[in-house]
């Protein structure tokens, strides 16, 4: 198939989103599939720019800046985004390219308008891939009432919905939101879930035995650290554990709540605490090799489903996790009925302290509990079965049709 994918990370971001849609293109391109990868880039001298990655088309179109800038500045470059790439997008080689799918990855919310554009011009199929639900996190974590900003962005979140054929939600618990989506004939709701690619084999710039930390087991958290993680309470977890001179901490990478952390383990004396800056994601797999425990974190205001990049990143290496989440998401559900760490629901530092301890012991004695970790991310979470359901997707739409 010729398939167009819009969205708004991609290398050299280093962000999660970033390495799952460049493994993700890398996929499409193994199975056969000619993908296009259409991008907003801010820093463009001319309208477009087209190049190939790993057999790959990126067509990154000259569009307003929606990254490190203030919320009103982000959101109206956000808004303007798609139509900016749609005018530019005229002017390329690709003007006249007709699709048989289009895809779009959300975040961000605003893809709908060139997604209805690509699918309406070439009258093929649209699958939505959502990543979380926004407006309604933001309204969970007590950022946004449900007042005109709410309004603003429920409306362009439900336009996005609408264009789509198919929309790939990344748990079952998610789909609730869509039931009111779904009463339209002929659309399309399944649980796409997250994926990652064969792991790199570039050695980490991290070395944890020429630190403080060599030889003790070590807790690893490597991925954003910002609001939407709530972090403070693994900060608290190692102040409880600072006794125990066999374990430490190590967090690595940036976030609006970094900095902030970063401050508050050397204000509260955190001996057993490193923090690092982020680091390529194909160091990853050999940081995880020096380590005993992945972190999960997730703010327990949450109401949505989620199930973390980088807990995919822990299974693949064999990593089993401690993960402080909210309550009844279903990833929680999934360590247990796996038995792939130990997960808390409560947001009780008491609780948290006991389950860390208990998965310590765990590491020591259980010795499956690495090929359950490898297991679960080959039957659940290979980019190969994401590509092959996506394209299944969309020719069973087409088929409809």
Not at 283 to 306: F, M, T, W
Request: glycine share 8%; hydrophobic share 40%; aromatic share 8%.
């Amino acid at each position: 198939m010729r398939i167009a994918l819009i969205a708004d990370t991609f290398p050299p971001l280093r962000t999660s989103g970033a390495v799952q849609l460049r493994d993700l293109s890398r996929e499409f391109a193994r199975q056969g599939h000619a993908l296009t990868v259409m991008l907003p880039a801010a820093d463009l001298s001319t309208p477009w720019h087209l190049d190939e990655l790993d057999g790959v088309q990126v067509l990154r179109l000259r569009a307003p800046r929606t990254k490190d800038i203030g919320y009103v500045r982000r959101t109206l470059g956000e808004l303007l985004m798609p139509f900016a790439m749609q005018r530019n997008l005229r002017r390329s080689p690709l003007a006249g390219q007709r699709w048989d799918g289009v895809v779009w990855y959300a975040p961000s919310i605003f893809h709908g308008p060139l997604a209805s554009a690509l699918t309406k011009s070439s009258a093929c199929k649209g699958y939505l891939i959502i990543r979380d639900i926004f407006p309604e996190w933001a309204v969970d974590m007590g950022l946004m009432g449900r007042g005109l900003p709410y309004r603003f962005f429920d409306a362009v979140a439900r336009y996005q919905y609408a264009v789509a054929d198919v929309i790939g939600v990344q748990t079952p618990g998610n789909k609730a939101y869509f039931t009111e989506w779904l009463r339209k004939p002929e659309r399309r709701l399944e649980v796409l879930q997250n994926w990652l690619d064969k792991p790199a084999q570039q050695p980490c710039s991290i070395r944890v035995d020429q630190t403080s930390l060599a030889g003790r087991k070590v807790f690893v958290y490597a991925g954003n650290m910002g609001v939407a993680q709530g972090m403070d309470i693994l900060l608290d977890l190692a102040a409880r554990l600072q006794s125990r001179d066999d374990v430490g901490f190590l967090f690595v990478g940036r976030g609006s709540d970094a900095q902030r952390l970063r401050a508050a383990a050397q204000t509260r004396g955190l001996s057993n605490v490193l923090f690092f800056d982020e680091i390529d994601p194909d160091e990853i797999p050999d940081l995880y090799a020096q380590c005993s425990v992945g972190l999960v974190a997730l703010d327990p205001r949450h109401k949505s489903h989620n199930i973390p990049g980088k807990f995919l990143t822990y299974m693949q290496s064999g990593l089993p996790v401690l993960a402080n989440v909210n309550a009844g998401n279903d990833l929680a559900g999934l360590i247990r009925s796996e038995r792939v760490g130990q997960v808390c629901e409560s947001h009780r530092l008491e609780d948290l302290v006991q389950l860390a301890q208990t998965l310590l012991v765990q590491v020591d004695s259980d010795t499956g509990l690495s090929e359950r970790c490898n297991a679960l991310f080959d039957r659940e979470f290979s980019v190969e079965q994401a590509v092959r359901q996506i394209v299944a997707s969309l020719s069973s739409a087409e088929a409809v049709k």
